[in-house]
């Protein structure tokens, strides 16, 4: 072999090792970085502790390596393969990652027409820690959607009882209330105060809508507000209606998901199962489980696949969800002496038919308008939540049905008494 040859060979390796070096360091500054972050803002014991920690660590691959058994040896190069290869692959996934964030910047003005970029004025929460969930502060916010069309504002006002303000006509009231119970979908994200579903179902029907959503809800805080707030109390008719709305990703709040756990820190309502209350917060009552997610999610591999759990429910976490569903209606019931309680399918949302046949079971009565219409083509401001033209649409269909049920139960109530001998 000559001495070219030689050379070559010897600069394509240290080249390769370079290059390896250099993605493997990119994979721990990027899965690793805010531990580094808090290790150099460490004291000096902490920072002893981690470099001793470190140093035996090594001493002990080292000895093994050089002095232990074959089988113990096979191991740790089995692991320091495994591990030098993660790394690479995160290192690499960290790039791609790095060159779509710089893609979708470059291109921002076509990426700004499916989800708008939005900035709040002034919004404010009023937390519950001990049971992992928030409402919104009494007072008026603005949020500003930056659109490929330019600007969107709309202004929020919520009442002293953390409820958005629902304009009423009431020369139109007939003296019943309807209470909404839910999330975004509920609460009119990204729509003006006189765009909601509530606001036009008071509108259609003369009802007094009361409007209890909150952004990023699920039937866990559905239950939870019921379990500590009264709302007949806060209600001034006597008889009305009550409806929660339902879309898919509720199920993944309420299991929840390894995402909706890592976003929200923990921060969900955890409902005890047997007991069906809420009992303290998910970073609470599953702090294990927790950190492993956040661990899991650090990963740039996990964040550019977009990996999520569970991929599919099973019966039991179903089931787990139409409990909690039943329960808020048993809630609902008993502070207001009506089983009233309507789950409104939203429209593109179809429901499970394990889950329906759940709900079915549980006496829920459902209104299913998942295929009642299609907005994911015209949405709202934001460009995730339907526009106001969709909530008055569903509105009306709303109308029209519980007035039939009302006058069918009306009906029911005068056959009734007419069987009793009571007219």
């Avoid at 920690?53 to 191991?75: D, E, Q």
Wanted: charge should be positive; include cysteine.
């Amino acid at each position: 072999m000559n001495k070219h040859t030689t050379f070559y060979r010897y600069l394509f390796w240290v080249i390769l090792v370079l290059i390896t070096g250099f993605v493997v360091v990119i994979g721990i500054s990027t899965v690793w970085r805010a531990d580094i972050n808090s290790f150099l803002k460490a004291d000096l014991i902490h920072r002893l502790r981690y470099i001793l920690t470190g140093v035996g660590l090594v001493a002990l691959i080292g000895y093994l390596l050089r002095y232990g058994k074959s089988w113990a040896k096979g191991t740790i190069i089995s692991a320091l393969i495994f591990m030098i290869f993660w790394l690479i692959l995160e290192g690499l996934c960290g790039m791609i990652l790095f060159w779509k964030e710089r893609h979708q910047l470059s291109f921002s003005g076509r990426k700004l027409e499916k989800r708008a970029t939005s900035r709040n004025n002034n919004f404010r929460l009023i937390r519950n820690d001990e049971l992992g969930f928030s409402r919104p502060a009494p007072g008026q916010y603005e949020s500003i959607y930056s659109t490929a069309k330019g600007e969107v504002r709309i202004t929020y006002h919520i009442d002293s009882l953390s409820r958005r303000i629902t304009p009423f006509d009431t020369r139109q009231a007939t003296g019943k209330y309807a209470v909404f119970l839910g999330c975004s979908f509920t609460y009119g994200e990204s729509v003006a105060d006189s765009s909601t579903m509530p606001y036009f179902f008071g509108k259609e029907t003369g009802y007094r809508p009361y409007n209890y959503g909150v952004s990023g809800h699920s039937p866990a805080h559905m239950l939870a507000i019921l379990q500590t707030i009264n709302i007949r109390k806060q209600i001034l008719e006597k008889s009305g209606v009550a409806f929660y709305t339902y879309i898919d990703d509720h199920l993944a709040r309420v299991s929840p998901s390894t995402t909706w756990a890592y976003n929200s820190s923990g921060y969900l309502p955890s409902v005890n199962p047997a007991k069906l209350v809420v009992d303290g917060s998910y970073a609470q009552t599953h702090p294990v489980r927790l950190k492993l997610v956040q661990w899991m999610y650090k990963s740039n591999i996990i964040k550019l696949f977009k990996i999520n759990f569970p991929r599919r429910y099973s019966t039991k976490q179903y089931q787990h969800f139409a409990n909690i569903v039943r329960k808020a209606k048993d809630l609902y019931q008993s502070q207001f002496g009506n089983d009233n309680f309507y789950v409104i399918i939203f429209p593109e949302y179809p429901l499970d038919p394990e889950l329906r046949q759940m709900f079915e079971q549980s006496n829920l009565k459902l209104l299913d308008y998942s295929k009642l219409l299609s907005w994911l083509t015209m949405p709202a401001a934001d460009g995730m939540h339907p526009d106001g033209d969709t909530y008055r649409k569903v509105a009306q269909q709303l109308a029209k049905d519980v007035g039939r049920e009302t006058n069918r139960n009306s009906l029911d109530q005068q056959n009734l008494a007419y069987s009793n001998g009571l007219k």
